[in-house]
């Protein structure tokens, strides 16, 4: 049975359905000290921020300070294999967040957001390195005039991206 849970795993991964990442549970360590990052990835879409743009952010927002993280958005044009991408590295802090960005001109298209995280804990907390890739479903994406043209020949527009989160806990050690 395991044999086939494993199987069947790998072939949807396989053949590219995303799933949305279940957070780790984690026990409480000595008197209860946790660290909690909420990680997020937006799903490719017209930026409602910086007009003209087709984009993606992904956020790590942690309980606490820790030693350091780093974020990596890409933003993949899939017919046309251009990709924008961005990333920094950040120590002492709780939180980050990247954008990748390509021009409304590349869409009419279908794109796919992804992101590479690391989340360096303080000394004594357990996971440490953590690192996480996830990536959106391909999604289809059109800005400006494009999507004043889709709109017209549509009864609704998602004006909200979509949004995979999930949490990622680290727990003290003695």
Do not use: W
Request: glycine share 6%; proline share 7%; net charge positive.
């Amino acid at each position: 049975m395991k044999r086939s849970i494993a199987s069947l795993a790998a072939a949807i991964i396989a053949i590219g359905i995303i799933a949305t990442p279940v957070a780790a549970q984690a026990a409480t360590g000595p008197g209860g000290d946790t660290i909690s990052c909420l990680v997020q990835l937006d799903h490719p879409h017209g930026s409602g921020h910086v007009q003209g743009t087709i984009s993606a952010a992904s956020r790590v927002t942690c309980t606490k300070d820790v030693a350091s993280i780093f974020n990596k958005v890409t933003l993949l044009n899939v017919p046309k294999k251009t990709s924008s991408t961005e990333s920094d590295l950040i120590a002492n802090t709780k939180s980050v967040m990247e954008v990748a960005a390509k021009p409304c001109s590349e869409g009419p298209s279908q794109f796919r957001s992804s992101q590479q995280i690391e989340i360096n804990f303080p000394p004594g907390y357990k996971p440490t390195p953590d690192i996480e890739n996830n990536s959106s479903p391909v999604t289809s994406v059109a800005c400006g005039n494009a999507k004043r043209v889709a709109a017209a020949d549509s009864a609704t527009v998602d004006p909200k991206p979509t949004v995979t989160s999930y949490t990622i806990t680290a727990v003290k050690a003695d």
